[in-house]
């Protein structure tokens, strides 16, 4: 059974800095997509950053590009998300999610839908 357990969201500044983890068990690195989503009080949940180790992709939305790192552990089954200059409008519940890939798999299509999730962290940026 996929299980995903996030951790290290809290209250921060504006332009500071914080790393979520997200402890993962139940299934192997190279063979799923792996990846970070939130969801913003009334709105809908989106994809922020994924990685699937088989081809050594990554996605990162075009709000965090530049400020957000996505990268994963296999020997400890942790993935990470480091964000820096964090802006209010980040401010989410951050999920933890994973799909099975293929042979067509590649990290830009987490954004189409993720099979397990996590229970997710919140994130609070204030101005």
């Known amino acids: 059974e996929v299980q995903l357990v996030e951790s290290g969201g809290g209250l921060v500044q504006a332009g500071r800095s914080l790393t979520l983890a997200c402890a993962t068990s139940?299934?192997?690195?190279?063979?799923?997509?792996i990846g970070w989503f939130r969801q913003a009080p009334g709105k809908e949940r989106e994809g922020v950053s994924c990685i699937y180790r088989k081809d050594s992709s990554t996605y990162y939305a075009d709000p965090v590009k530049g400020r957000f790192t996505i990268w994963s552990d296999n020997a400890k089954n942790m993935m990470y998300l480091h964000m820096n200059s964090l802006k209010p409008e980040d401010t989410a519940v951050y999920y933890c999610?994973?799909?099975?890939?293929?042979?067509?798999?590649?990290?830009?299509?987490?954004?189409?839908?993720?099979?397990?999730w996590g229970k997710g962290t919140q994130v609070t940026v204030s101005p």
């Open positions: 999610a994973a799909i099975r890939g293929s042979s067509y798999y590649t990290a830009s299509k987490c954004i189409y839908g993720m099979d397990s």
């Open positions: 139940g299934f192997t690195f190279d063979d799923y997509g």
